[in-house]
């Protein structure tokens, strides 16, 4: 009966030490990515604002939440008032997609589960919509 106690135990504590070993893994790795992301979003914001296609700009980007990667672009040739917004948040959607799954820049963020979100607002700055990408989509 001793014997098994003991064998419990030490069986206990190796899995305990395991699972500890992971967790300090993990953690490290985690803290690695984001240092990664950060230096990345740091890079981004050091060349912004910056003509990215013909009447759009980006202008920042940030980091609003955990695993949350957010552009903040203008798109120079719309004003609110006078736009089709429904039709041009579902174009953008489409192409950002698209291009999102072929860009190879954005590897570090699908490799680690990261939602890209794009935030555009009209030349007069005023806010026009949201798009929102999830891993899955751009994996």
Do not use: W
């Amino acid at each position: 009966m001793r014997k098994q106690h003991i064998l419990f135990l030490a069986i206990m504590v190796i899995a305990v030490g395991i699972v500890g070993y992971f967790c300090f893994f993990l953690a490290e790795n985690t803290e690695g990515v984001n240092k990664k992301v950060v230096e990345l979003v740091e890079k981004y914001n050091k060349n912004c604002p910056l003509i990215i296609q013909d009447g759009i700009r980006l202008d920042s980007v940030n980091l609003p939440e955990e695993r949350t990667v957010q552009y903040n672009l203008t798109l120079l040739n719309v004003v609110k008032e006078t736009a089709e917004v429904t039709v041009i948040k579902t174009e953008i959607e489409k192409s950002l997609i698209t291009t999102a799954k072929a860009n190879p820049g954005l590897k570090v963020f699908s490799d680690n589960d990261y939602k890209l979100v794009y935030s555009y607002s009209d030349k007069k700055e005023v806010f026009l919509f949201h798009v929102k990408i999830f891993p899955d989509q751009y994996e």
